[in-house]
């Protein structure tokens, strides 16, 4: 069964390309993804985008680079 494809209602952040979602763009449902919803032409396994700031060993948080003040 192939997902059905609607027009986005709300603006959001594609969950295979990362790109934002528009008002009017055909998406579909993906439980595969790490968001929900996907543009309708992207594959529902594409990889996560990374994190641009990975957590501190510290003190657990995202920081800006440099060293922990804590």
Known sequence: MTPRTFLAQF??????CGERIHEGDPIRYSAESWSNF??????????????????????WLTHPEGACDR
Request: glycine share 8%; charged share 30%; hydrophobic share 25%.
């Open 38 to 59: 996907i543009h309708d032409d992207c594959d529902d396994r594409a990889p996560m985008p990374e994190r641009v700031h990975p957590v501190c060993d510290v003190c």
């Open 11 to 16: 603006p959001g952040r594609c969950g295979a």
